[in-house]
């Protein structure tokens, strides 16, 4: 009885209904997969066609600490994010404390500074040279750093606070949607049979809401298994950065390509692991949008306790970066004032925009077919389409120029044979390559997010809708889509501000004297410069915050408030 | 289905968009694969587009754009590859990529040692890996060697970036081609033993840890010391070290290279080797000098007084190419002696 909200009589997924509309959506999905797939079996395929087989050499020397420093790096963080993620989330939806509105989309603003950029704040903050420790030695009187041990925020456990930091809105924004979506007659339900509101929280509500947190943790996990920035900042070996030695340093592409395959089946056998272990529940909330949430009233030992909750990870995942950025911005301004600013941040907003977009519709369609027709064939099809997300940026980027460079050269060598025309170059080098690269690397974020999310739509509403004769596709407009609102913009803010910050892909795909925002902080970051680049850096977080806003507040709206 | 219609239309579209600018590339251009930041470019096309009208475009990465020149094969726009690091230039060969250029211009600004023997590519400037030192607990020629790297004597007191970087691999390299793979691995194990931290940060960041007092010695590229010079935060740490060119009495201090490659699919060849013919040339040679505080390749071109100012640069004469076949042999060494960890 652990799982209320299982149903005792599994009701199956809504009946295929093998007709001629419902085809079409699986073929559609199929053909979508297969495309969004491609950069992923490039790099397979280039993992089949190593130069040398670096695995006896590794197994030798440097793998069992790879290894190690990424298996400490994963659990790290997601302890962090786990427990601030979840904390925060419940505390805004469920408590009434001062500051609540403000929190809740504040907690989000975190996710808007890229990890390599909050890595170099902190560094900057907390090493020798920094404030912290000037402040140390004057009050202490400690002549140089022989003097007095200070803990160095280029570790492992730096590594782990960085990049918890910047990634616990992703279980923040999926818990809250989860809580929100919640009905709280179940909470008062168990409260009446007896439970304490704790241990409804871990008996009831917790469960229930488990789909969206494991999806959150496992973009968390991804994200954290292809960081290179920040590792390579903190001088962390981990199996990246094996990865990029094989390729770099030993020329052997097909090498680093298999080092990113066995990220990919880490992944893969979490993300299967997580789902087998909760096989046998299914859950459906029947949603009734009038049925309000009554937020605790809370002792004010409680609510400071509440404020404390949610202002700490702000102010050091947002507070702080942006207010060294803004101070970098400002003393360097003259060295890093350039009018491409205006161009290069609308490159990055109609990319990041035109993605966001791209990987919402595709994710919909993915996660409406598996509804209609959920097969072993159809999850798997899901599955591998989100696997793009658990590559490092630029291994990616290689397996997206295959396909496309290689299409077209075959488009021109077929029109020099009938018309005596070259098309030269068609796709690759344009921004339709860099576009292409987000929605594959970014459709887990979207897809896993909107499929944990119809899931817990009752199919006694398609079934309704159905037998009143409306097609799947109306269906989906006019019965999910008003259902779904929240959580699509919570996958299209997701995808958003994940691209704003998109690095390496853009970086290796971009067409000539193309930049965006982030490419623009690389140019001097990548030569130990942040500084001077700092106001690029700043615009990067500033540009996240407001779609971060909008979007708040609309999932907010979505739920009808006390 | 509308929607599907939709999403392909809109992809259609956007292909249409994008692909209408890479068509636009006609004559008049030139066009860059660099490895090397826009900023340290921009000065030298900015002059080149002054003096002939052509424009320069450029993509920057710190990886993969020799794969993207390699898939896009025959058709791909790039003309020129800008690089740093000897076995990055190899890479380029290795891939089949580069295409052989001799000019009379090119052979004679740049000496045999730091071109390719064919011209499928050119050294354009020369760096110096050298070892800096606290003036305030070193005494000046307390260190002339490399090899007194592994010195016991140094024990707790070095600093240094990753033994994987580029840059330290060269080195190594260097050090196998004298002494062989045995002897180097001994040195390069007795350089870890006497490491006062693990490797981390770029090179400007061990001269600032030892004018934090965390290390004595540390191993840094020559222009980083210029560009701390120049850099308000920074200057002051930069003050704190003196400068050693190691090997300088013997067989010279170890060079590395930034270079450039013609592309073997240049759509904009003639562009192309005027641009390759320029950044050899005194005007060119001379911003490397000043702006970047590098050496210029071109012997005619002295380096800039800043530079001059640091002592007399006697190159290793080593051959680049042997440092560039030893680079598998130093990075599995760097991993053997678990220098990194």
Known sequence: MNHPAQTANPVSAPQPMRSGTSRRWILASLVTTLLVALPVFSVLYLAAFPEDNIWPHLLNTTLPIYLSNTFKLMIGVSVMTLVIGISTAWVVTMCEFPGRRFFEWAQLLPFAVPAYVIAYVYTDLLDYAGPVQIMLRDVFGWQSAADYWFPSIRSLPGAVIMIGLVLYPYIYLLARAAFLEQSPSLFAVSRSLGQSAISTFFRVVLPIARPAIAVGLSLVLMETLNDFGTVDFFAVNTLTAGLFDTWMNLGNIGGAAQIATVMLTFVLILVTLERYSRRRQQQFAARDLRDPIHRFKLSPALQTLCILTCVLPFILGFVIPAAMLTHYAISYFSESWTTEFVRNALNSLFLSGTAAFTTLLIGLLLAYSRRLHDTPGIRFLMRLSSLGYAMPGAVLAVGVIIPLAGFDNWLDLKMERWFGWNSGLLLSGTAFAIIFAYTVRFLAVSAGSIESALQKVTPSMDMASRSLGHPPGKTLIHVHFPMLRGTLLTAALVVFVDCMKELPATLILRPFNFETLATQVYQYASDEMLRQSALPALIIVLAGIIPIILMSRSISQSRAFH | ?341
């Open chain 2, 1 to 341: 289905m509308k929607k599907r219609a939709s999403i392909l239309a809109s992809l259609a579209v956007l292909g249409s968009l994008t692909t209408a600018s890479t068509a636009a590339l006609a004559e008049g251009e030139v066009n860059i694969y660099s490895y090397r930041q826009p900023y340290l470019v921009e000065p030298l096309l900015e002059a080149f587009t002054e003096e002939t009208g052509i424009e320069a475009n450029v993509v920057f990465a710190k990886n993969g754009l020799a794969e993207r020149l390699q898939r896009e094969g025959r058709n791909s726009p790039a003309d020129i590859v800008l690089t740093v690091d000897i076995a990055r230039l190899n890479e380029l060969v290795e891939k089949d990529v580069t295409a052989p250029i001799t000019t009379p211009i090119l052979t004679q600004d740049i000496p045999e040692n730091l071109r390719h023997p064919e011209g499928l590519w050119y050294g354009l400037t020369t760096r110096a890996r050298l070892i800096f030192t606290s003036k305030d607990r070193v005494k000046e020629g307390e260190i002339t060697t490399y090899e007194e790297l592994a010195d016991d004597k140094w024990n707790g007191r070095i600093c240094t970036r990753s033994g994987k970087h580029p840059y330290n691999i060269a080195l190594i390299g260097s050090m196998i081609a004298h002494h062989g793979e045995a002897e180097t691995e001994k040195w390069l194990q007795g350089v870890k033993g006497n490491l006062a931290r693990k490797p981390q940060g770029g090179d400007r960041d061990q001269i600032k840890a030892i004018s934090e007092g965390v290390c004595d010695i540390a191993i840094g590229n020559s222009y980083y010391y210029g560009k701390m010079l120049d850099d308000k935060a920074e200057h002051a740490a930069a003050e704190s070290v003196n400068l050693v060119f190691p090997n300088a009495e013997g067989r010279g201090t170890h060079i590395n290279i930034s270079g450039m490659a013609l592309t073997k699919s240049a759509p904009n060849r003639d562009n192309a080797v005027k641009l390759m013919e320029f950044l050899t040339t005194e005007k060119a040679q001379h911003i490397y000098a000043e702006v970047n505080f590098e050496y210029p390749a071109n012997p005619e071109v002295a380096p800039s007084k800043v530079v001059a100012g640091w002592g007399e640069l006697n190159p290793d004469p080593l051959p680049l190419h042997d440092i560039a076949e030893n680079r598998e042999a130093a990075v599995k060494m760097v991993d053997r002696v678990n220098f990194d960890n």
